[in-house]
């Protein structure tokens, strides 16, 4: 059970380059997540995906998409990087629910530089 | 709209000594609260969460928190901390709609 896994784990970029964070669980979960951290202001929401086919805008959508490929991968796609998206990516996976009281899981972790 | 205050950015103790990291909540509604922890270079794990029911929420590794209504609280607590427990902890509030609200870090640094 490897859980959340993150690929890559780090990247640097010129600005203007595109890129795409890939992410996968194999938790059989439901929702998926990807978050932005910043020092100083904890994690922001980026998107999110409530369930298979479905992709919604969180706190900090600007500059980003997603696709939600099947249940396990949930990919985020940078089309124009800027300096302003230097900053460590974490995507995260939770059973799912409009609650939202389920635990998330995450993973790893990708550290993005844009030079 | 839900948010969560970490009053101390960073928290530096003694190995074996107690700590509590504090966290305050604003809400209209009702209040599911969690704490996450971070070692480095990992990505976050849950240390506990406040549902519903008592208001002392027992987690991982040792670590309490206490919900109190009045005072919007939902401090952390260890009575006695390792050198292990070196990490940034997250306080974080449900969002109506299911999001998770992230507060900005505690860095909690044990010295021998």
Known sequence: ?115 | AQSVTQLDSQVPVFEEAPVELRCNYSSSVSVYLFWYVQYPNQGLQLLLKYLSGSTLVKGINGFEAEFNKSQTSFHLRKPSVHISDTAEYFCAVIQQGGKLIFGQGTELSVKP
């Open chain 1, 1 to 115: 059970n490897a859980g959340v896994t993150q690929t890559p784990k780090f990247q640097v970029l010129k600005t203007g380059q595109s890129m795409t964070l890939q992410c996968a669980q194999d938790m059989n979960h439901n929702s998926m997540y990807w978050y932005r951290q910043d020092p100083g202001m904890g994690l922001r929401l980026i998107y999110y995906s409530a369930s298979e086919g479905t992709t919604d805008k969180g706190e900090v959508p600007n500059g980003y998409n997603v696709s939600r490929l099947n249940k396990r991968e949930f990919s985020l796609r940078l089309e124009s990087a800027a300096p302003s998206q230097t900053s460590v990516y974490f995507c995260a996976s939770s059973e799912g629910g409009t609650s939202g009281t389920d635990t998330q899981y995450f993973g790893p972790g990708t550290r993005l530089t844009v030079l």
